[in-house]
Structures are given as structure tokens and as C-alpha cells.
């Protein structure tokens, strides 16, 4: 935060790195709460929103690790009330605020500030991956196995909504307020859910 600003140089160097904002909001960066306050515009080093996501889903990881593998049926019933909790939030605040997909016309900071950087918004892919380790884990101490049916439905399903994520919002008029609330609180955990079927269908031999 001292020494960036002497390292870097061009025309959008103040944009990122503004003196004025690093001097008055450095301490946000250092204790990992960047992505909660302050607003987008007044951020230091603009990028490290995402370092305070990792960092405090890293510090309430232990929670769910801890269930897991205690009691299981509370993990994944605790797991799934969070769940429930982010993309609730998420799908309200598109209605609420209106932010109709794709978000050319939208304004980007209240978007960012509200939906885009947000713990609610971001940790559901963090918490699949939580649950794609205890599953390999069970999964491995068991030697199960899967028939090749198992992994070709997988693999068609999984492709599908990949596609469907990044070209979802590739649309010529807007997508509507639900197909866009729907779109935003789905979309992460869909994303999450995907790549640990990749995971998982390599680890257990359903990869080609």
C-alpha cells in the first residue's frame, strides 16, 4: 500500500491506486474486509476485493470441515441453509435494485458493491469445494466405483451448463428481472457444482 504507488505507472494507475484511498482505507486491505467497506470507488487497489473473500471463508471453513466429518447430516444441513441464505439474497437484491442482465446500461459500482464483490455472492462455489473434499474423501475410503453411464450423463450435463453460464447473458435484449435474479443467484453455485464434477469424474476414471 506505501510502496505500489511508487512501482507502478500509466493512465489508469490512479484508478487503481489512488494515494488518497490507500491512505484512508489501507487498514480495510490488512484485516481482510475490503470487499464489505468501503464502496468500490473508494477502494484501495481495486483487486484485492477478492483476497478478503478467500481469507474469510478460509477463517469459517474449520465450521463445516469440523461437521463434516463429526456429524455429516448437520454439515451438509448447515451447508445447505447457507446455501439457501446467499442465493436468496442474491435473487432479492437483482429484484430490489432492479439489475436486469445483461448489465450494459446497469451502474457498475452499485452492482459490484451490492451483488458482485460480496461474500453472499461468492462463497457458494468455496462451500462445493468444501463438500467435493469430504465427498472424494468418503468416496476413496469406500473404492467406489461408477458404471460408464454415469460419467457420460455427467459429462453431458456438466457441459450443458457450462455453456449456459458463459453464454447465458450473450442475449440482444434483456434477460427480464427473473430470468436475471435466477441467473445471479444460480450461476456461481452451478459454476462450483461443474468444476467438482470435473474433479470428481477424473479422480474416479470417467475423464475420457
Avoid at 29 to 58: E, G, S, V
Avoid at 83 to 96: D, E, K, N, P, S
Avoid at 153 to 176: A, D, Q
Wanted: overall charge positive; glycine content about 8%.
Amino acid at each position: 500500500m506505501f510502496i505500489l504507488p511508487h512501482l507502478l505507472w500509466g493512465p489508469r494507475t490512479p484508478y487503481y491506486v489512488g494515494k488518497q484511498r490507500c491512505a484512508e482505507y489501507w487498514w480495510t486491505t490488512m484485516l481482510f474486509i475490503n470487499n464489505i467497506y468501503p464502496n468500490m470507488t473508494d477502494l484501495c487497489m481495486k483487486w484485492t476485493w477478492y483476497l478478503a473473500n478467500d481469507m474469510q471463508f478460509f477463517i469459517v471453513s474449520p465450521l463445516f470441515i469440523y461437521a463434516f466429518f463429526r456429524k455429516p447430516l448437520v454439515g451438509l444441513g448447515l451447508l445447505s441453509l447457507l446455501l439457501t441464505i446467499c442465493m436468496g439474497a442474491t435473487g432479492f437484491l437483482v429484484v430490489y435494485q432492479d439489475f436486469t442482465l445483461p448489465l450494459y446500461d446497469a451502474p457498475w459500482f452499485p452492482v459490484t458493491d451490492l451483488i458482485y464483490r460480496a461474500p453472499f455472492a461468492r462463497v457458494p462455489p468455496y462451500l462445493i469445494g468444501l463438500l467435493t473434499g469430504f465427498i472424494l474423501f468418503k468416496l476413496k475410503a469406500n473404492k467406489a466405483t461408477f458404471p460408464r453411464a454415469v460419467f457420460y450423463l455427467g459429462w453431458i450435463i456438466t457441459t450443458g451448463v457450462i455453456m449456459s453460464i458463459l453464454f447465458g447473458t450473450n442475449v440482444n435484449k434483456p434477460m427480464g428481472i427473473v430470468g436475471s435474479a435466477l441467473y445471479d443467484s444460480l450461476s456461481h453455485l452451478s459454476w462450483g457444482i461443474s468444476l467438482s464434477w470435473v474433479v470428481l469424474a477424473c479422480r474416479f476414471g470417467g475423464s475420457g
